[in-house]
């Protein structure tokens, strides 16, 4: 079973600029794109994204914004994403809570996976991410969290990532209407 372990930090602008520099020229860069995720209104953290590259069903399993959760992933052609959301929101009746518009630059920084974010009408996240097993989710934490501070990042604590993602799931249609 995979555990995914990761911290998140909300950042400025000019943060992200600064990190980006940083990490293209201390990590492997991996990757840029475009994504386009629904959140569904279940009961799990269930959702399904389409991005440069392809599309995916994922669950993860305990509550949002949690630093260790049970990750399951299918993915799929880029092509078959209106097919998947179809046979979630027209044949299952699965409403989508919120659509989240994200441009995503992931590095690989030694042994962890970076990425920094800027979500349009959410604004910029750094992610830092392990996936590991239960018995060394402990350890894989702590390891994120020191560098988290070699990088002179505060985490940002759960409360203010959960207050945010509930203002942006009232408001997220008014807050992407250019899109």
């Given amino acids: 079973m995979n555990i995914e372990v990761e911290i ?3 950042i400025t602008k000019e943060k992200y600029e600064e990190l980006l520099k940083y990490f ?16 569904f209104d279940t009961k799990e953290d269930l959702r399904i994204q389409k ?3 392809f599309s995916k069903i994922w669950l993860k399993k305990g509550k949002m914004h949690d630093e260790c959760r049970e990750e399951i992933e299918v993915q799929f052609n880029k092509e078959d994403f209106n097919k ?3 046979i979630f929101e027209e044949t299952l009746n699965i409403k989508t ?5 994200r441009t995503r630059n992931t590095f690989k920084w030694q042994d962890i996976g970076v990425y920094l974010d800027y979500t349009r009408g959410y604004g910029y996240i750094l992610e830092l991410e392990k ?7 402990d350890e894989a934490l702590q ?4 560098r988290l501070k070699i990088l002179n990042i505060p985490l940002t604590p759960k409360e203010e990532f959960n207050n945010k993602f509930e203002f942006y799931k009232k ?3 008014t807050l992407t209407k250019n899109i």
């Fill in 8 to 10: 998140r930090s909300l």
């Fill in 143 to 146: 390891n994120l969290k020191e």
């Fill in 131 to 137: 996936i590991t097993t239960e018995h060394h989710k």
């Fill in 97 to 101: 809570n919120i659509k989240w518009f």
């Fill in 171 to 173: 408001n997220w249609e």
């Fill in 51 to 53: 991005n440069d590259y």
């Fill in 84 to 86: 998947i959301q179809n």
């Fill in 24 to 39: 293209h020229q201390e990590a492997k860069f991996i990757s840029k794109d475009e994504q386009e995720t629904h959140y």
